[in-house]
C-alpha cells in the first residue's frame, strides 16, 4: 500500500535537467490521501504536510548543483492510515550554466556537398571508473559513439528548437561503457534542421552554414576524483559512408567508403584532419521537458510487389513516420534506391507529386524528396538505416538491387510519448477511423508537433491548438507540448505576433517574404489554448505562469489591431466607424476556416485580401475570456481580460447576428463558434443550433468546416440537442466525411477531405492530425468521459449512446490513475466505471439518473 508510479516534471526518466525547482508526482495505491512527507538523501525532509496534492509538487531543498542525483521517497496518509515509504525515484541535474563547461563548441573540416562528418578523439584512464556522464549537443544532428558502441538510444539529437535561443543538451550515463586504458569516443555529424531543409520552403542555412558538435564526458573514480574529457582542438574529422544527408530530401550511404574501426581506439586518425574551433557560446543550452525521439516499431511490409527487374514497391499497410531498415544489400559498388510515398500511382508504381509545396511566388513545385540510396561494399551482414532523415510514407520502390523481402522493415520513429487513451465501439469503421487519428498523432510527434511528415514537418500553431485536447486523451503530451511552447515563446516579435509555426525558420517569420503571412486568429492562439488544455490535462499552472507574457503580448497586440485598423472593404461600407468596431478584429492576415469544402483558396491573393472579422473577432472574444480564467489560476487580476472578452462579443454579435437572430456568413463553421464560444445571448442559442442542424442537414448531412471548426462540429450539434444529426455526420460515408476516408484506404486523417479523390488522384498530405481531432467526440460524448476539473481529479460520465452503436469503451491513464468506462445497451443500459483513488466521478446515464462515485470499481444500470 504505498505510493507508486513516482515521476519528476513531466518525465519518467529526468536526467541531465536543468529545472532549479523540479516538481515531483506519485499515484495512490488506494484510499483518498490526507497528507504526505518527502525527503531525499540530500537532507530535504518535508515532514507531513496535510492535504490532497500528489501530482507537480514543487521540490523545495537545498540548492541543486549540476551533475547532483537526487535520491526521493514519498510516504502518504489516506483514510486507511499511515503508508509506508515508497520505492525510491530520482533525478540527475545536467550542466546547468556556462561555468559548468570546460568543452568548446568544434567544427569539422570543409568538404563537398553536405556529407554526414565523422569526429572522434580518444583519451586514456587506468583508474577504476564508478560514474560517467556524456552531455552533448550539436548545430546538426549528432550521433555518438563510445569504443564502437553507439551512445543510447535516442534519434534526431539534439532536437528541433529555435536554434537562436534554445539548443537542447542531452545527457547519457556512459558508466558501463568505458574501458581501463585507451577509450574512443566519435560522432556522425549532419545538417539536421539547423542547416538542413526546413519548413514549408525547404530552405537551407536557416541557422548556420556550418555544423558543430559539443560534448563534455565527465568521469568520477573509485578515489573520489573526477575529470573532465571535451571536445576541442585534439579532436579530428573526415567523410565517410554518409555521403549525402537531409530530413526532406533523404540520406545516401555509400558504405565503401565507411572507414572501419573508426569509432574503436586503435583506429589511425592521423590522415584526418583537425577540426575548427568554434565560438558558439553557450547561453542557448537548455534541457528538454519532452520525451525522447525513438525507434518505436517495426513494421512488416503486407507486400512486396516486383514491379521489374529490380524493381519492387513494398507495401506496409499502414502510413509512417520513420525510415526504412534494409538488410543483406548486395552486390559490392550497385547502388540501391528507396524512395518512399503515401500512394500509388499508374501500374502500381509510388507517386509523389502531390507532396510537392507549391507556392504562387515559386516557379515550379518544390522537390518531394524522401529519396534514399545506399552503394553496398559487399560484405556479409550490411545493412542499411538512416537515422539522419525521416520520410512521411506507405509504400516505398527499392530498385537497383535484387532484393529478399523479408529484409525490408518499416521503422516507425516518433517521440516516445507514454499512451494513455484507448477507445473502441462495436462499429469496425468507427474504430479503424479512431486508429487512424492515433496514427497521425503518432507520425507527427517528432520532436515537435508537426502539420504532416513528409511535405512541410512543419509546427503549424493552429493544427497543434485544435488537435491538443484530442492528443491530451490518447498520450501524455505534457512535457512534448512544453518544450514546443518555448519555442512558441521564443518565436514571438516585439510586436505580440506568433509565428504561423515553431520552430520558425527565418525564412518563414520576421522579415522575411513570408511575414505578413503570421499572427493569424486561431494559429497565434495556440500560445493561450494549448497552455490551457495542458492545465485542464494535467494540473499544469507553471505553463500557465510561464506562457502568460506570452499571452498578454498576443492578446494585446489581437486588441491593438482591433481598436486601430480596419478593413478597407469596411471603410468602403461603412465610412465612419461604429463604436463596436473598436473591438471587431477585421485587419491583418488571416486563414480563417481553412481548406473548408468548396472554400479552398484558388486566387491566393484574393484569399489573403479577405475580410475574415467573424473568425478573428470570436477567437479575441474566446481567448481573451480564457485569459480571465487563467488569470484567477495564476493570482493575477481577471478584470481586463473579463472587459475585454465582453467587449468582443458584443462587437461579434453586432456584426454578425442580425435582427431575426440569425448569423452571418450562414455557415456551419460560424454556428460552431458561436456556440462553442458562447457567442451568442443565451436568448438565441437554441435557434443556433436549430440552424446549424438545418445547414448539416441542407448539406445531405455533410459537413462544410475546416481546420477550426470541425474539432467542435459534433460536440456543438449534441449540446444543442441533435444528438442524431451529430452521429449522422459520424455515419457519413461519402465525401466529404471522415469514413469516406477510412473506406478509401486511410490509415492516417488527411489534409484536405478529398485527399484522394473519385479517381483515385492523391492531393497534398495524406497525414494531417487535425479533422482527427473528431475521435475527441467519441472519448467525450461516445463513450461519455470528460474531466470537470484538472488533471481529472473530479470527472463526469456521461455516454451519448446513437448511430446504431451497442456499445463503447474507453480508458484514460490520468495524472491520478487509470479511469475505465464500459457500456452496453440491449434491453437496457449496463455501465461499468473504474475511478482511480485520489478522485471523484459523477456518472450520468441516458435516462438523467446521477450516480456520485467514490474510488473503486462501479456497475449501474438503468431501464
Not at 499515484?27 to 538523501?41: K, N, P, T
Not at 550490411?382 to 538491387?401: A, L, S
Not at 507540448?481 to 505576433?497: E, F, H, I
Request: hydrophobic share 40%.
Amino acid at each position: 500500500m504505498t505510493a507508486h508510479r513516482l515521476r519528476v516534471e513531466h518525465l519518467a526518466e529526468a536526467l541531465g535537467i536543468h529545472t532549479a525547482r523540479p516538481r515531483l508526482s506519485w499515484q495512490l495505491a488506494a484510499g483518498r490521501q490526507l497528507g504526505y512527507r518527502l525527503r531525499a538523501d540530500n537532507g530535504w525532509d518535508t515532514g507531513r504536510v496535510e492535504g490532497g496534492r500528489s501530482i507537480l509538487v514543487p521540490y523545495d531543498g537545498p540548492a541543486l548543483a549540476a551533475e547532483q542525483r537526487v535520491t526521493w521517497q514519498v510516504k502518504v496518509w489516506t483514510e486507511q492510515g499511515e503508508h509506508d515509504w515508497s520505492a525510491p525515484a530520482w533525478f540527475e541535474m545536467g550542466l546547468l550554466s556556462a561555468d559548468d563547461w570546460t568543452a568548446g563548441w568544434i567544427a569539422p573540416a570543409g568538404a563537398e556537398g553536405r556529407p554526414g562528418h565523422l569526429l572522434r578523439s580518444g583519451f586514456e584512464t587506468n583508474q577504476a571508473v564508478v560514474r560517467a556522464r556524456l552531455h552533448i549537443t550539436a548545430h546538426g544532428l549528432y550521433e555518438a559513439f563510445l569504443n564502437g558502441v553507439r551512445v543510447g538510444d535516442l534519434e534526431l539529437t539534439p532536437g528541433f528548437t529555435q536554434y537562436r535561443s534554445r539548443v537542447q543538451v542531452q545527457t547519457y550515463d556512459v558508466t558501463d561503457m568505458i574501458v581501463s586504458g585507451q577509450n574512443a569516443i566519435g560522432a556522425i555529424l549532419a545538417d539536421g534542421w539547423f542547416r538542413g531543409q526546413t519548413g514549408a520552403l525547404h530552405a537551407t542555412d536557416q541557422w548556420g552554414t556550418e555544423t558543430a558538435l559539443l560534448a563534455q564526458l565527465r568521469l568520477w573514480f573509485a578515489d573520489g576524483t573526477a575529470r573532465t574529457v571535451g571536445t576541442g582542438p585534439g579532436w579530428r574529422s573526415s567523410t565517410g559512408h554518409v555521403t549525402g544527408a537531409d530530413l526532406i530530401a533523404g540520406e545516401t550511404w555509400d558504405l565503401r567508403l565507411l572507414p572501419q574501426g573508426w569509432t574503436t581506439s586503435g583506429f589511425d586518425d592521423s590522415g584526418w584532419a583537425p577540426v575548427a574551433e568554434v565560438d558558439a557560446g553557450y547561453a542557448a543550452l537548455t534541457d528538454s521537458p519532452a520525451p525522447p525521439v525513438r525507434r518505436v516499431e517495426e513494421i512488416t511490409p503486407i507486400a512486396v510487389t516486383e514491379l521489374g527487374p529490380d524493381r519492387y514497391v513494398a507495401d506496409l499497410g499502414q502510413n509512417i513516420n520513420g525510415w526504412i531498415r534494409l538488410g543483406r544489400l548486395g552486390a559490392h559498388g550497385v547502388p540501391v534506391t528507396l524512395t518512399h510515398a503515401e500512394s500509388l500511382g499508374a501500374g502500381g508504381d509510388v507517386t509523389t507529386d502531390h507532396l510537392r509545396p507549391d507556392f504562387p511566388f515559386l516557379p515550379a513545385p518544390l522537390p518531394a524528396g524522401m529519396v534514399d540510396v545506399v552503394v553496398p561494399a559487399g560484405a556479409a551482414g550490411e545493412t542499411f538505416e538512416p537515422r539522419r532523415t525521416t520520410h512521411g510514407f506507405r509504400y516505398v520502390r527499392i530498385e537497383g538491387q535484387k532484393i529478399d523481402p523479408a529484409d525490408v522493415r518499416g521503422v516507425v520513429v516518433h517521440t516516445d510519448m507514454r499512451r494513455t487513451g484507448w477507445f473502441a465501439c462495436s462499429d469496425d469503421r468507427i474504430n479503424r477511423l479512431h486508429e487512424a487519428a492515433v496514427w497521425s498523432l503518432r507520425d507527427n510527434a517528432c520532436d515537435i508537433p508537426t502539420d504532416c511528415p513528409q511535405r512541410e514537418r512543419a509546427g503549424w500553431t493552429g493544427d497543434w491548438q485544435v488537435f491538443v485536447p484530442t492528443a491530451a486523451f490518447l498520450y501524455d503530451v505534457a512535457g512534448f507540448s512544453t518544450k514546443w511552447l518555448r519555442d512558441v515563446a521564443a518565436d514571438q516579435w516585439p510586436d505580440g505576433t506568433i509565428a504561423n509555426m515553431s520552430p520558425c525558420p527565418p525564412a518563414e517569420g520576421e522579415g522575411s517574404k513570408m511575414a505578413m503571412l503570421n499572427g493569424s486568429a486561431g494559429w497565434g492562439d495556440a500560445a493561450i489554448i494549448v497552455p490551457w488544455h495542458l492545465y485542464q490535462a494535467y494540473g499544469d499552472e507553471r505553463i500557465l505562469a510561464e506562457m502568460w507574457p506570452v499571452m498578454e503580448s498576443w492578446i494585446g497586440r489581437a486588441a491593438t489591431m482591433a481598436r486601430t485598423r480596419r478593413h478597407p472593404d469596411r471603410v468602403a461600407r461603412r465610412p465612419v466607424a461604429a463604436p463596436h468596431e473598436a473591438y471587431l478584429w477585421d485587419s491583418g492576415f488571416h486563414w480563417g476556416e481553412w481548406l473548408a469544402p468548396g472554400e479552398e483558396p484558388g486566387d491566393f491573393p484574393s484569399f489573403v485580401a479577405a475580410d475574415k472579422s467573424d473568425v478573428a473577432t470570436a477567437y479575441l472574444a474566446y481567448s481573451a475570456g480564457l485569459m480571465a480564467r487563467i488569470a484567477a489560476v495564476i493570482g493575477v487580476d481577471p478584470v481586463g481580460y473579463n472587459t475585454l472578452s465582453a467587449a468582443a462579443r458584443d462587437a461579434w454579435q453586432r456584426e454578425f447576428v442580425g435582427p431575426d437572430g440569425r448569423l452571418t456568413p450562414d455557415t456551419q463553421a460560424n454556428h460552431v463558434r458561436a456556440l462553442a464560444f458562447d457567442l451568442v445571448p443565451a436568448a438565441l442559442r437554441e435557434q443556433t443550433g436549430e440552424r446549424l442542424a438545418a445547414l448539416v442537414k441542407e448539406a445531405d448531412n455533410h459537413l462544410t468546416t475546416g481546420f477550426l471548426a470541425t474539432p467542435g462540429l459534433l460536440p456543438a450539434l449534441a449540446d444543442a440537442g441533435h444528438l442524431d444529426a451529430a452521429y449522422a455526420l459520424l455515419g457519413q460515408d461519402t465525401r466529404p466525411s471522415w469514413l469516406a476516408m477510412i473506406d478509401r484506404g486511410a490509415t492516417t486523417m488527411w489534409e484536405r477531405w478529398d485527399g484522394i479523390d473519385d479517381d483515385g488522384v492523391p492531393h497534398e498530405s495524406l497525414n494531417h492530425y487535425a479533422k482527427g481531432a473528431v475521435v475527441s467526440f467519441l472519448h467525450r460524448y461516445v463513450a461519455g468521459l470528460s474531466a470537470t476539473g484538472p488533471a481529472y481529479r473530479t470527472f463526469r460520465v456521461q455516454p451519448r449512446p446513437g448511430g446504431g452503436l451497442t456499445w463503447a469503451h474507453a480508458t484514460h491513464d490520468g495524472p491520478y490513475g487509470r479511469i475505465e468506462v464500459r457500456w452496453s445497451q440491449n434491453a437496457g443500459f449496463d455501465l461499468s466505471v473504474s475511478v482511480p483513488p485520489g478522485t471523484t466521478c459523477e456518472a450520468v446515464l441516458p435516462d438523467g439518473t446521477v450516480h456520485h462515485l467514490a474510488p473503486g470499481e462501479h456497475h449501474v444500470t438503468a431501464s
